[in-house]
């Protein structure tokens, strides 16, 4: 199953920013947040990622609370082509192996002209 | 940065044929690839992991016998969906991901694969 919580769907409007929520609070210490986002019939792009400093990138930024139990990415500016579906997961980056990355539901995100 | 393409983007097979779909890491050397499987409307559902050289681990619930996977090399690793029918119709998805003991270099995804079968 998926470790990670998220609405199911939302709306931003254009220009505006977009701040999608996710829960993890059953995160371990050695786990990562990533975020990527999957346009229709595409593969999935990555976005960010983080473990508990809060980052920020050209696409997006990331907040996670000091608690690790929750995060939350900022699309500064949503445009058109942001509408998409948003998905964080959490997953170990140990040195030399890679944990599988289990998606959830994900969170439809519409933006609206 | 990474890039890992896939091949076929699209496919329409007959029922009973049997359908190869290929991932490739473009410039780096793949350390462990992961397929996927997404029906419409749905989220992506892990089928397996595979490492170079090495079987592939199955997610419960999907036939070893039915989605062979390969991946022979750092930078190749194939699926095979054997015998077809169209309920095997869906969007396969591969990711690549890659370390060199010191550092990972995150997970890159394939534009994936759209399997029609008729």
């Known amino acids: 199953d998926a470790k990670t919580t998220q609405p199911t769907s939302m709306d931003c409007a254009e220009g505006r920013a977009a701040n999608l929520p996710c829960n993890h609070s059953?995160?371990?210490?050695?786990?990562?947040v990533y975020w990527y986002r999957q346009i229709h019939s595409q593969g999935p792009q990555y976005i960010i990622h983080?473990?508990?400093n809060n980052e920020t990138n050209e696409m997006a930024s990331l907040i996670i609370t000091e608690d690790r139990k929750s995060s939350t990415l900022i699309l500064p500016h949503a445009t058109l082509r942001d509408t998409a579906v948003y998905y964080c997961i959490v997953s170990l980056r140990a040195k030399t192996s890679y944990d599988k990355v289990i998606f959830g539901p994900g969170t439809s995100l519409s933006v609206i002209p | 940065g990474a890039v890992v393409s896939q091949h076929p983007s699209w496919v329409i097979c007959k029922s009973g044929t049997s359908v190869k779909i290929e991932c490739r890491s473009l410039d780096f050397q793949a350390t462990t690839m992961f397929w996927y499987r997404q029906f419409p409307k749905q989220s992506l559902m892990l089928m397996a992991t595979s490492n170079e050289g090495s079987k592939a681990t199955y997610e419960q619930g999907v036939e070893k016998d039915k989605f062979l996977i390969n991946h022979a090399s750092l930078t190749l690793s194939t699926l095979t969906v054997t015998s077809a029918h169209p309920e095997d119709s869906s969007f396969y998805i591969c990711s690549a991901t890659r370390t060199d003991g010191r550092q990972n270099y995150g997970y890159t995804f394939g534009s994936g694969t759209r399997l029609t079968v008729v």
């Open positions: 059953t995160i371990s210490g050695n786990e990562y």
């Open positions: 983080g473990l508990k």
